[in-house]
């Protein structure tokens, strides 16, 4: 395979100059190896000849593509310019049928003679009651194209298609390909391919392209993900390996009066058993000597704002200082209105710093971090500028860190000799298998339980219809003097979509509450106007917060119990989780309807119904997962995986990237660096395939 990704896909035969470089830009195929590893999406049976009178009987609106063989009888050229068309007569004898083409027609004309023996395949159908072909593929009965078993349905672009480059194109080249070499070489190391009983390289390209069996192709799609997958797990183990070998860390051996204190006299509630285990791993993290890059994933509600603080006060203990960056100025005001209000007695000094902070208090700030004098800030990205300084900046908590890039996180490092140790929180919970790909490199804890008290929210499914039933609900709710949030999808009015818009909604909402304040908010609105009806709502002056997922993150309302989700169809599961999460924060007993349209999809019904059967987050991101696949997960692949993914899929091949885990931790500790002769291919194609052009790889 090495020789062949060096061999330019133009020298292929059947592809020349001109269909390289249409194949190079639409499809990235660059080499021969290129082309073997764009495998077919689907394929077609050419292992039986039909005749047309069985197809006369047979034929049916879903007949699949068959083949017969025969000769044409007679063509004709019909129409003139754009609705020109060739019609051929097409006999073998037990019956008639007409091929019809629509393009190149005049190339089809030249090409085809009358009493020469043909196959053709294609989709039959009736039009007028005359068994039609449209566009069939035409082969001599000795071309390499007809009769054999089973035909590669490849994944191609319009483009492609309009330059004459299709499915058999490329299917042709790829025969072409692997007539003309004996043997493709084997990548992996050999001690793999026979302790995961895989079948070879060379037997997995062939069998991928021309399946002999079904159980051959089986075999070869499990090889091929199987590799795609190893190469991955081998790339993070060995970067995690790398940073926790190389990354000297701040020594944090000390437990203060700030930790004792607080957990004596400050800390609210007990903590879970699943919060105290992420404590005890990030202790242990701190007496390393190693720099820390822990992920916490935890659910909505689970405490982990909590650890982060204890894990900082840790640090303040220790004679450091310590920061918390969050994506959104919300976010970051609630995290330091917590932080503030939880240490107040201690005498912490804890500051905050945004796009929104005065002159004066950025000044402040500026002078207590060089002094030391300030133990936690608190802000969005502000805290990476340049002009904000810290004497020893020692342990840095990331909130939702997908909404972050990987050159901004960066920036955190050069604010200390010594990198700070690093504590990720997501409140998105990310399936397993994708925590291991996406996040391989970085130590992973999660809090899985939530504090004692703390009611699983009812979640119902409801059609537009019942809203008259939903309102007098919700106004029950607010009799008992609690708050309701109703969010909706879009702000303007879209008619195409026909969505319930935002404007449209609050006038619907106010005119079914006329004694309740409404409050109003959406991404579009200036920031002090969003403030403003933001913080009506938390007071409790506003008893209805209408506004779009603007509130998904960041907003603290335990007095709110009701949470509508107008057109729930159009959120995605793991969206429609977080905007659950805003209710539930307190002691009563929380709603959750959504609302949708009366006639849904199977699919669609499957979906909403994940989010009616279960509060477990995990559930619900490992069903988001398999039902739609892994996409973007609300930002954690914005950097793209290190390598392709031409046939493996995260959301459904969790046993083959839990195997190939293993494999590449048990090749990496016989053979840390690859450096052994029996790796030596292996390595090879794991420095040709990585894509990266920076090395974040250090960086969580």
């Known amino acids: 395979m090495l020789r062949l990704a060096q061999t330019d896909i133009k020298y292929v035969k059947g592809i020349g100059p001109t269909r390289a470089s249409l194949l190079e830009t639409e499809l990235g195929l660059h080499t021969a190896a290129d082309l073997l590893r764009h495998y077919p999406t689907a394929y077609l049976d050419r292992s039986k000849t039909y005749t047309i ?43 008639s049928m007409e091929c019809v083409w629509f393009k190149g027609v005049g190339a089809m004309r030249r090409r085809l ?88 390289l060379d037997s997995a390209i062939r069998n991928i392209h021309i399946p002999t069996t079904p159980r051959d192709l089986s075999a070869a799609r499990e090889r091929l993900k199987f590799e795609e997958l190893f190469l991955i797990q081998t790339d993070t183990v060995m970067r995690a390996r790398r940073r926790r070998g190389q990354t000297a860390g701040y020594l944090m051996p000390h437990i203060g009066r700030w930790f004792n204190d607080f957990y004596s006299q400050c800390l609210p509630f007990a903590l879970t058993g699943a919060q105290k285990r992420v404590m005890k791993e990030v202790r242990a993290d701190l007496l390393s000597g190693r720099q820390m890059n822990r992920l916490v994933q935890g659910d909505v509600g689970s405490g982990k704002t909590i650890v982060a603080l204890m894990c900082m006060l840790l640090a303040v203990d220790n004679g450091f200082q310590a920061c918390l960056m969050a994506p959104t100025e919300i976010l970051a005001t609630q995290h330091f209105q917590t932080i503030s209000s939880m240490t107040a007695q201690l005498g912490l000094n804890v500051r905050l710093l945004t796009g929104s902070t005065k002159t004066k208090e950025r000044r402040l700030i500026a002078t207590q971090l060089a002094e030391g004098t300030l133990h936690i800030l608190v802000g969005t990205h502000a805290v990476i500028e340049d002009k904000v300084e810290f004497r020893n900046l020692g342990f840095a908590v990331i909130d939702e860190q997908h909404r972050f890039g990987v050159a901004q996180r960066a920036r955190l490092w050069a604010k200390s000799v010594v990198p700070p140790h690093v504590l990720v929180m997501t409140a998105t919970p990310i399936p397993r298998t994708l925590a291991m790909t996406v996040y391989g490199d970085l130590d992973v804890s999660v809090i899985d339980e939530l504090p004692p008290g703390r009611k699983p929210v009812v979640t119902v499914l409801r059609a537009q219809q019942q809203r008259p039933a939903v309102f007098k609900a919700a106004r029950q709710q607010i009799d008992l003097g609690h708050q309701i949030y109703i969010v909706y999808p879009l702000i303007d009015e879209n008619d195409k979509l026909e969505l319930e818009s935002l404007e449209k909604g609050y006038d619907d909402v106010c005119g079914a509450f006329p004694d309740i304040d409404v409050a109003f908010v959406h991404g579009r609105m200036k920031p ?32 709110a119990t009701t949470m509508i989700i107008e057109n729930a169809e159009r959120f995605g599961l793991s969206q429609l989780h977080q905007l659950r999460g805003r209710v539930g924060r307190g002691a009563d007993r929380s709603y959750c309807v959504l609302m949708s349209k009366q006639n849904l999809a199977k699919e669609t019904r499957k979906r909403l119904e994940v989010m009616t059967s279960t509060t477990d987050g995990f559930v619900i991101a490992e069903a988001d997962m398999a039902m739609r696949g892994p996409g973007d997960i609300e930002g954690t692949m914005q950097s793209g995986l290190p390598f392709d993914l031409k046939i493996s899929n995260l959301a459904t091949d969790g046993i083959i990237i839990g195997r190939a885990r293993e494999a590449a931790e048990k090749l990496l500790d016989s053979d840390p660096t690859l450096g052994s002769p029996a790796n030596a291919v292996f390595a090879t194609v794991l420095r040709n395939s990585t894509r990266r052009t920076a090395d974040w790889s250090m960086i969580s």
Do not use: C, W
Request: proline letters at 4%; aromatic letters at 6%.
């Open 528 to 559: 002090a106007e969003k403030d403003y009806q933001m913080q009506k709502f938390a007071s409790g002056k506003s008893r209805i917060l209408v506004a779009t997922t603007v509130i998904e993150v960041g907003v603290n309302v335990p007095n």
């Open 113 to 200: 003679r009358t009493g020469n023996d043909y196959i053709v395949f294609g989709k039959p159908s009736f039009f007028n009651r005359t068994l039609q072909m449209s566009h069939p593929d035409v082969d001599s009965p000795d071309s390499v194209d007809a009769g054999a078993s089973i035909h590669g349905v490849y994944p191609l672009t319009e483009k492609l298609r309009q330059r004459g480059i299709n499915s058999r194109v490329i299917g042709s080249a790829v025969r072409q390909l692997l007539a003309s070499h004996a043997t493709i070489a084997e990548t992996l190391p050999q001690s793999v391919v026979e302790s995961q009983g895989l079948m070879s």
């Open 53 to 95: 009178r069985s197809l006369h009987d047979d034929a049916t609106d879903n007949m699949p593509h068959v083949q017969v063989r025969g000769r044409f009888v007679a063509f004709n050229v019909l129409g003139e310019g754009a609705k020109m068309r060739l019609v051929g007569l097409f006999s073998d004898g037990t019956a």
